[in-house]
């Protein structure tokens, strides 16, 4: 059985800086494009970013490109997201998702996400 | 960017009922858009791949249609456990986008 357990969110101030992980089991890592989505309360789901199955591509929504980072770690199956310079406009529920291939793929397996507020 | 609209926001429907969402496209996404299941306090589940292509698990009183920039998601018989927000997807092109979500109430 696919599960993808997120970890990390919480309460940061503005300006600050979080570290989301998402662990896998279930498939084989390696060979699967690995995605970030946010969903802000009561709107509509937001690609954040994705990572190819090598890690050797990397892909970032424009509102965040330059702040956050996307890697993995294939020996842990795990993926990372780090994020710095947080705006109150990053609160959100994160949640992994896998895709098969970087293009046209569906996200075919999520996580249950980890919430991420950002307030002073 | 590719905007994807849904129609309508909201639905109340009776249990055996038919529904029926679309999603419009502001561009062609060809046959790359996909429809998610997401039930409160849950995360999105996979429902049809590709416009048309059923998943695995996933009941046969939902299928999708459409290519190009119009597409509609039917569920022929309503359940209770159906009642959630729908959402169209589209991974034709960078960045990869949402409609704005169809809520489905039960009566």
């Known amino acids: 059985e696919v599960q993808l357990l997120e970890s990390g969110g919480g309460l940061v101030q503005p300006g600050g800086s979080l570290r989301l992980s998402c662990a896998a089991s279930g498939f084989t890592f390696r060979t699967y494009a690995m995605t970030w989505v946010r969903q802000a309360p009561g709107k509509r789901l937001e690609w954040v970013s994705t990572?190819?199955?090598?890690?050797?591509?990397?892909y970032y929504a424009d509102s965040v490109k330059g702040r956050f980072t996307i890697s993995r770690d294939n020996s842990k199956d795990t993926l990372y997201l780090q994020m710095n310079s947080l705006r109150a406009g990053d609160t959100a529920v994160y949640y992994c998702?896998?895709?098969?291939?970087?293009?046209?793929?569906?996200?075919?397996?999520w996580g249950q996400g980890t919430l991420v507020t950002v307030s002073s | 960017e590719i905007v994807l609209t849904q129609s309508p926001d909201f639905q109340s429907v009776t249990p055996k009922e038919k529904v029926t969402i679309t999603c419009r496209a502001s561009q062609s996404v060809g046959s790359s858009l996909h429809w998610y299941q997401q039930k409160p306090d849950q995360s999105p589940k996979l429902l049809i791949k590709y416009a048309s292509q059923s998943i695995s698990g996933v009941p046969s009183r939902f299928s999708g249609s459409g290519s190009v920039t119009d597409f509609t998601l039917t569920i022929n018989g309503l359940e209770a456990e159906d009642a959630a927000a729908y959402y169209c997807?589209?991974?034709?092109?960078?960045?990869?986008?949402f409609g704005q979500g169809t809520k489905v109430e039960i009566k």
């Open positions: 997807h589209q991974s034709s092109s960078l960045p990869w986008t």
């Open positions: 998702a896998s895709k098969i291939g970087v293009y046209g793929d569906p996200f075919d397996h």
């Open positions: 990572i190819s199955g090598v890690g050797g591509s990397t």
